[in-house]
């Protein structure tokens, strides 16, 4: 078998061309791998700048409902002390003419024979114990026919309480009071106007 003999020449290009391959072929590994390298460092990114986002968005919208939450509850409030607001005008409009009424009522004839009444019921709670009768001072022109009828003392009161009577049982420290600014001063303590807002 005859051997070729490579010339010097033949010899440098072989090694040349192998060289030259060889330094490919790292040269194609280094950049793969650099490649891969760079593949997973912005997968990395990709993630994290997802991750960021989807936290943003979330505080945002929790952001967004608190805001919404804090100003229906201040659009709440402001109607709530418009509405308590209301309520009490008319409460005080309603209970002034409710007051009218009454002021009325003491000119009409049927209003002796309501205190007439109440001084009887106070007269039979008290039995044998020792009673003392109020009248309100706007009263006292009814004083003397009552004290007629009912074979009683009454004291006109050095406070006013609008009209109706007021009786003490001093021996059991008993008030007996269906004065009129009192059953005013509960039914207006009392009263809510239906679908309103009483208090704030």
């Keep these: 078998m005859e051997v070729t003999q490579l010339t010097t020449e033949e010899k440098l290009q072989n090694f040349y061309n192998h060289s030259l391959d060889s330094a490919n072929r790292e040269a194609e590994r280094v950049?793969?791998?650099?490649q891969k390298a760079l593949d997973k460092i912005f997968e990395e990114h990709k993630a994290t700048a997802r991750r960021q986002a989807e936290e943003e968005i979330a505080?945002?919208?929790e952001k967004a409902k608190r805001d919404v939450n804090k100003t229906l509850s201040a659009d709440q409030l402001h109607?709530?002390?418009k509405l308590s607001r209301k309520n009490l005008e008319l409460k005080e409009k309603l209970f002034k003419e409710v007051r009218e009424k009454l002021t009325a009522y003491k000119k009409d004839p049927s209003?002796?024979?309501?205190l007439e009444r109440k001084i009887r019921e106070a007269v039979t709670f008290a039995g044998n114990d020792k009673l003392t009768l109020y009248l309100d001072p706007s009263d006292e022109a009814h004083k003397a026919s009552l004290e007629q009828k009912l074979s009683v003392t009454l004291t006109i009161s050095a406070?006013?309480?609008l009209g109706g009577v007021r009786a003490v049982i001093p021996e059991k420290n008993?008030?007996?009071d269906n004065s009129f600014e009192t059953l005013l001063n509960e039914e207006?303590?009392?009263f809510i106007f239906h679908?309103?807002?009483e208090h704030e």
């Excluded at 950049?31 to 650099?34: C, E, L, R, S, V």
């Excluded at 209003?111 to 309501?114: L, N, R």
């Design 188 to 190: 207006r303590e009392n």
């Design 111 to 114: 209003y002796e024979e309501y």
């Design 159 to 161: 406070m006013p309480f």
């Design 195 to 197: 679908g309103g807002v």
């Design 174 to 176: 008993i008030l007996i």
């Design 31 to 34: 950049i793969g791998d650099h």
């Design 79 to 81: 109607i709530r002390r």
């Design 59 to 61: 505080a945002e919208t």
